[in-house]
């Protein structure tokens, strides 16, 4: 995996929890520091605009942090985190419905840190064609094919069942595939 | 041929992952997370397990302390306990008021005599030591005492003030330290010979104050009174009471 992120173990992210919901400031650090890529691109994704991911990013971990005494270790954290995040986005595209053109969504803006022109432009192509993806299919390429979650962690994360969800993988494919022009 | 151009698309967005967000935002972003973390703190998980802690702690303590001092009451000299009960004992001086003071220490040298008693009567010779080093403090602190309210009740006497409250007081103790100096005899009795003189010693120093009381409130007939000594009077009253000392 060439960008691939490292997920923590269960059990040193549980201690990491435990000790930040027992007030310990650097613990919730690591856990930030173990997510915020993760999060800002699932944001990123769906909305498209950097500075709105990077708001909406600051409120998903507000949030967190606000709620996080009453994350009980249920689930798992990528499923309590990445309903947040779900959640800010549903909300933020609810509360400025009408404000956003279609346009300003759909137009990414430069990529961070990505300089390099070949991922910059090949960014570009793929942003736009996810965007035109349904919120489900979108999610299950950012988590799946993006993030390397496996299809029983997303199902734990969206609440869908695996096999559908590798149904909305493939319609998705097939949908990029025909967008990006590939296979003609 | 699907499969392939799946693989193709894949890797592609396998690459999306390079997009990070900007490291100076994020770096923002943390440090202001925390700072607000460090603001709202919860004392509740931390602070109140640390006083529940001390609540159990203190419980613990008390429980135990109070314990112990319930069991060290039947102690004698000599026992691990004992200096609980002695300790326990002066806490309880220094909380006593000065009225009932004297009254305490009164009980506490009985206490050490009927100790030494029980520890010369019940137990080997060997721990009498301790228990009779334990009594001569005891009647030292009461003969004190005993001057004090003497001077105090000639004082009061030559102010021509109500001197009944010291006279009860003083008058008390004498069936007392006589009760006492028989429990002595019994201890003298029971010791061996080089014991002996240290109780005869503490028994004279009872009789002694026995007599200067029965003296001073005039209790047995001048004619078999003891002549006391100008100098076991209080100074005070060497001076402004010579006659009643002959």
């Known amino acids: 995996m060439i960008f691939g992120h490292r997920k923590p173990s269960s059990a040193s992210l549980n201690t990491l929890i435990a000790s930040a919901q027992n007030g310990n400031t650097e613990a919730f650090g690591e856990i930030y520091d173990q997510y915020i890529e993760r999060v800002y691109r699932f944001v990123y994704f769906k909305v498209g605009r950097k500075e709105i991911a990077e708001d909406l990013t600051q409120d998903i971990f507000m949030k967190a942090l606000e709620n996080l005494g009453k994350y009980r270790n249920e689930g798992s954290f990528d499923a309590w985190i990445f309903a947040i995040s779900r959640n800010t986005v549903i909300d933020y595209y609810r509360t400025k419905k009408g404000e956003i053109s279609l346009d300003l969504i759909r137009e990414p803006h430069a990529v961070d840190n990505t300089q390099h022109l070949e991922i910059k432009e090949e960014f570009e192509r793929v942003f736009k064609v996810l965007q035109d993806l349904s919120e489900a299919e979108q999610e299950v390429i950012i988590l799946h094919s993006i993030e390397q979650y496996s299809f029983s962690e997303i199902a734990g994360i969206t609440d869908r069942n695996e096999e559908y969800l590798r149904v909305l993988k493939h319609r998705a494919l097939k949908k990029l595939k025909e967008e990006l022009g590939y296979g003609k | ?246």
Not at chain 2, 77 to 106: A, S
């Open chain 2, 1 to 246: 041929m699907e499969n392939e151009n799946f693989e193709q698309i894949e890797q592609k967005l396998k690459h999306l992952a390079a997009i990070k967000p900007n490291q100076n935002w994020a770096a923002n972003l943390k440090s202001a997370l925390l700072t607000k973390a460090t603001e709202t703190k919860k004392p509740s998980l931390s602070y109140s397990l640390v006083l529940k802690l001390a609540a159990a702690t203190a419980f613990i303590l008390v429980f135990l302390v109070s314990g112990t001092i319930i069991y060290a009451q039947n102690s004698l000299p000599g026992d691990i306990l004992y200096p609980i009960k002695r300790g326990y004992e002066n806490i309880r001086l220094v909380f006593t008021n000065e009225e009932n003071r004297f009254n305490e220490q009164q009980k506490l040298a009985e206490k050490r005599i009927d100790e030494l008693k029980k520890v010369v009567l019940e137990r080997n010779e060997k721990s009498s030591d301790f228990a009779i080093k334990e009594v001569r403090s005891s009647v030292q602190e009461i003969k004190d005492e005993v001057n004090v309210a003497r001077k105090e009740y000639y004082s009061l006497k030559e102010a021509g003030k109500d001197t009944t409250t010291v006279e009860k007081s003083l008058s008390s103790l004498v069936p007392v330290l006589e009760e006492k100096q028989n429990d002595l005899n019994q201890i003298e009795d029971a010791l061996s010979e080089p014991k002996q003189p240290q109780i005869r010693q503490l028994k004279d120093t009872l009789g002694d104050l026995q007599q200067k009381i029965e003296n001073d409130l005039n209790l047995t007939p001048k004619d078999e009174s003891v002549i006391q000594g100008v100098d076991d009077q209080p100074e005070e009253t060497q001076k402004t009471q010579p006659s009643i000392n002959p």
